[in-house]
């Protein structure tokens, strides 16, 4: 036994994350962390890092028992974990965020020469083809990910966490990590996997342990279990999406592009009609991200924008704001959550001015207006002071979508990027679900990036292929299948584009 949890348990403001978790990963196993959104995961995972101090039960590592853990604590007792949201510095090069903070633990003297041959090693391993000395800003989500796992791996731990560690990876970078992954079993290393992909379950784990409402609910060794047996472990049954109305032809967009370039993309034309959604897909690297940023105003444009048949003339955010474009960032770490501040002032914060009275924060209709969105989005839990680092990564991105679509903003194009990632099954088909019903009541035009097929298909009323900042290839109805957005992106890109 490397890993033994017993008995923790973890509340925040009243609302019980975890309710006396047991877990144990032995030495050489994949073990699998699975559950609803909310189930307790991220609290879970937090507690072995030393982001906090369970409120009872013990954490035992190689043989040590521990009542609580520290980030130090936590690493020298060999846990590594690797979140979901990264913590790379962007101003340092990749060799030195690898190596950070370890430089007084290497043996013998630290040189220049010694760091950049051990980061190269590393990333090979990885099948990373990023330079050591690149600036962690430059590099694109993919690329940024790999360097955070490779950072991990340096520390030789005896248990490795893994929160989502393929949401941001292109099919080759997936496949290195588990090359990896299970050559890193047979080095005796324990590891514990959390996915809500079930080809990663299948694929690696030896157990899987289920959490639902902060508790174990099912723990169990995966040889001779099926597909659907880990499926009705975890997921609850799906109450379907919404009816779409139709799309007509003869609406005028709501959202047009023409001639739209910008840093590394371009130029794409495009039309996104009342109540249509459209998906940009692609690879890591291929542009997606950054259309629908230059879109926002987030880098200098040239080409026209128009809203509703009016041309955005003013560039920036505020610009796409006051014109009904609304932006819900892939990254919600970095780009779109503010940590420490309450569930409620999180979902409310563009909208804060116009609740207001004279100036003077109205929290009667602060709570009102965010009750009515929780009960929409099911956010869980639904409590107002909370603070959104308290929350699962599902729930996470639920707050973020409601800044948008709180009734309170003139919200007539709403833009996604990876609208998913990171978030399980049932909080999936619930921002599905979401993500429609703006379309289909609201009549919002709808513009989504994801590197997922499965997801484009889903919602995706059409979708633009791109590669190398350029749209390649338009699949619409019956033919939007993953077969076909496959067969569009499979082919050699040398040239790296900006995600």
């Known amino acids: 036994m490397t890993l033994r949890v017993t008995g923790l348990a973890k509340s925040f403001g009243g609302v019980h994350a975890l309710r006396g978790v047991d877990l144990t990963i032995e030495s050489g196993e994949i073990h699998a962390l699975l559950g609803h959104n909310g189930a307790g995961k991220s609290t879970l995972i937090k507690a072995l890092g030393g982001a906090f101090s369970p409120d009872r039960g013990t954490i035992e590592v190689a043989g040590h028992t521990y009542d609580a853990l520290s980030p130090r604590r936590s690493i020298d007792a060999g846990i590594a974990i690797i979140f979901q949201h990264l913590s790379l510095v962007d101003s340092l090069s990749v060799v030195d965020n690898i190596f950070l903070g370890q430089e007084q633990h290497r043996a013998g003297v630290v040189t220049r020469a010694n760091q950049r041959a051990e980061a190269r090693r590393l990333l090979d391993r990885l099948g990373a083809n990023v330079s050591v000395d690149a600036r962690v800003a430059n590099l694109p989500m993919g690329q940024r990910q790999l360097v955070e796992i490779a950072k991990a791996m340096s520390r030789n731990p005896a248990v490795l966490v893994l929160d989502e560690p393929t949401a941001a990876l292109s099919v080759h970078e997936i496949q290195a990590l588990e090359r990896t992954v299970l050559g890193l079993r047979a080095d005796g290393l324990a590891i514990c996997y959390v996915t809500h992909l079930l080809g990663e379950v299948e694929r690696l784990a030896d157990r899987m342990t289920v959490l639902r409402d902060g508790q174990v609910h099912v723990s169990t060794p995966l040889a001779g279990k099926s597909r659907r047996d880990i499926i009705e472990a975890i997921a609850e049954p799906s109450s379907g999406l919404p009816e779409r109305a139709p ?133 869980r839990p639904s409590s107002a002071v909370a603070p959104a680092r308290a929350f699962s990564g599902g729930n996470q991105q639920k707050l973020l979508l409601g800044r948008w679509i709180n009734g309170v903003l003139p919200t007539t194009v709403l833009m996604l990027d990876e609208p998913t990632q990171g978030v399980d099954v049932n909080a999936r088909h619930e921002i599905y679900r979401v993500v429609q019903a703006i379309a289909s009541e609201r009549r919002a035009a709808v513009l989504f990036a994801s590197t997922d097929p499965e997801e484009v298909v889903t919602l995706a009323d059409r979708c633009l292929v791109m590669d190398q900042g350029r749209v390649i290839a338009a699949i619409a109805g019956p033919d939007l299948t993953e077969d076909a957005l496959l067969a569009a992106v499979h082919r050699p890109t040398p040239t790296e584009v900006p995600s």
């Open 247 to 379: 799309i007509l032809d003869a609406d005028p967009p709501q959202l047009q592009l023409r001639g739209l370039t910008g840093p590394g993309i371009g130029p794409i034309d495009l039309d996104v009609r009342p109540g249509e959604i459209v998906g940009l897909y692609g690879l890591i690297g291929s542009g997606r991200t950054r259309t629908i940023e230059t879109v926002f105003g987030r880098y200098r444009r040239q080409g026209t924008v128009s809203v509703g048949g009016r041309t955005v003339t003013r560039r920036g955010p505020r610009a796409a704001l006051a014109a009904g474009l609304a932006l819900v960032p892939g990254d919600r770490g970095r780009q779109g959550l503010f940590a420490s501040l309450s569930a409620l002032d999180n979902a409310l914060l563009p909208a804060q001015r116009t609740l207001s009275r004279f100036g003077v924060r109205n929290r009667r209709r602060e709570l009102e207006t965010f009750r009515s969105l929780t009960d929409a989005l099911g956010v």
